[in-house]
C-alpha cells in the first residue's frame, strides 16, 4: 500500500517537473485548440513548426477535450528553479520510496512492476538521475485527453537508456510490458 502512494507521489512530482506552460508571442498557449490547428498556427507563425515537436503533435487525436503542449524544449532556467522548487517534495519522495522497499515484497504481479519501478526512480528525482534513465530534464511535452484519460509525451534524452530502464524493470517484475507498433 505505501509502495503504490509512493509511485502515484513519484508520478506527480515527474509530471510536474517535466511540464510547464509555454506561451507563443502573441500570448495564447493553444490550450483548447485542436492539436492539428495548434501545429498548424506554429508552423504558420514561425515558418515551420520543429521536427520533433510536429512527430509529438501528430499522435494527438483530433477530437482530444484538451491539449497542452509545448514546441519547444523547457529553458534551462526555469528547469533549473522547477528543480530548485521540487527539491524539498522529492528529498521526501525517496525517504518513503526507501520505506516502502524496506518493506516485505508481495507476490502480486502489479506489486513486482511497482517494486522494480521504485527500485529504479529511488535516487534518480534530480536533473541528473532522470538523465541517467533517459529522460529529457528540458523536454518538450503534450498533455492531453483520450476521452477523460490524460495522456502525457515528454521528449527523451536517451531513447536507448529509457529502454535499458524498462528492460531492468521487466526483469527485475518477471513481466514483459506489452508493445504496439503505430503506423
Same mark, same amino acid.
Given at each position: 500500500?505505501?509502495?503504490? @502512494? %509512493?509511485? !502515484?507521489?513519484?508520478? %506527480?512530482?515527474?509530471?510536474?517537473?517535466?511540464?510547464?506552460?509555454?506561451? *507563443?508571442?502573441?500570448? #495564447? =498557449?493553444?490550450? /483548447?485548440?485542436?492539436?492539428?490547428?495548434? /501545429?498548424?498556427?506554429?508552423?504558420? &507563425?514561425?515558418?515551420?513548426?520543429?521536427?520533433?515537436?510536429?512527430?509529438?503533435? %501528430?499522435?494527438?487525436?483530433?477530437?482530444?477535450?484538451?491539449?497542452? %503542449?509545448? *514546441?519547444?524544449?523547457?529553458?534551462?532556467?526555469?528547469?533549473?528553479?522547477?528543480? =530548485?522548487?521540487? #527539491?524539498? !517534495?522529492? @528529498? &521526501?519522495?525517496? $525517504?518513503?520510496?526507501? @520505506?516502502?522497499?524496506?518493506?516485505?515484497?508481495?507476490?502480486?504481479? $502489479?506489486?513486482?512492476?511497482?517494486?522494480?519501478?521504485? $527500485? $529504479?526512480? @529511488? /535516487?534518480?528525482?534530480?536533473?541528473?538521475?532522470?538523465?541517467?534513465?533517459?529522460?529529457?530534464?528540458?523536454?518538450?511535452?503534450?498533455?492531453?485527453?483520450? *476521452?477523460?484519460?490524460?495522456?502525457?509525451?515528454?521528449?527523451?534524452?536517451?531513447?536507448?537508456?529509457?529502454?535499458?530502464? !524498462?528492460?531492468?524493470?521487466?526483469?527485475?517484475? /518477471?513481466? &514483459?510490458?506489452?508493445?504496439?507498433?503505430? *503506423?
Amino acid at each position: 500500500m505505501r509502495l503504490s @502512494k %509512493a509511485l !502515484i507521489l513519484a508520478t %506527480a512530482v515527474s509530471a510536474l517537473a517535466l511540464t510547464g506552460c509555454n506561451k *507563443g508571442a502573441d500570448g #495564447e =498557449g493553444g490550450a /483548447g485548440k485542436p492539436a492539428a490547428q495548434q /501545429g498548424k498556427a506554429g508552423a504558420a &507563425k514561425k515558418g515551420a513548426a520543429p521536427a520533433a515537436a510536429s512527430a509529438m503533435l %501528430a499522435h494527438i487525436p483530433a477530437d482530444s477535450p484538451y491539449v497542452f %503542449a509545448s *514546441g519547444q524544449p523547457m529553458p534551462k532556467e526555469a528547469m533549473d528553479k522547477i528543480f =530548485g522548487l521540487l #527539491e524539498p !517534495i522529492t @528529498k &521526501k519522495l525517496d $525517504e518513503e520510496l526507501t @520505506k516502502a522497499l524496506a518493506e516485505p515484497a508481495s507476490d502480486r504481479p $502489479e506489486d513486482k512492476v511497482g517494486r522494480a519501478i521504485a $527500485e $529504479e526512480l @529511488k /535516487g534518480n528525482f534530480n536533473r541528473a538521475g532522470l538523465e541517467k534513465l533517459g529522460i529529457d530534464t528540458q523536454p518538450m511535452f503534450a498533455l492531453y485527453g483520450v *476521452g477523460v484519460l490524460p495522456v502525457m509525451r515528454i521528449s527523451l534524452k536517451d531513447p536507448a537508456a529509457f529502454k535499458a530502464m !524498462i528492460a531492468r524493470v521487466e526483469k527485475k517484475s /518477471g513481466m &514483459k510490458a506489452p508493445t504496439a507498433k503505430l *503506423g
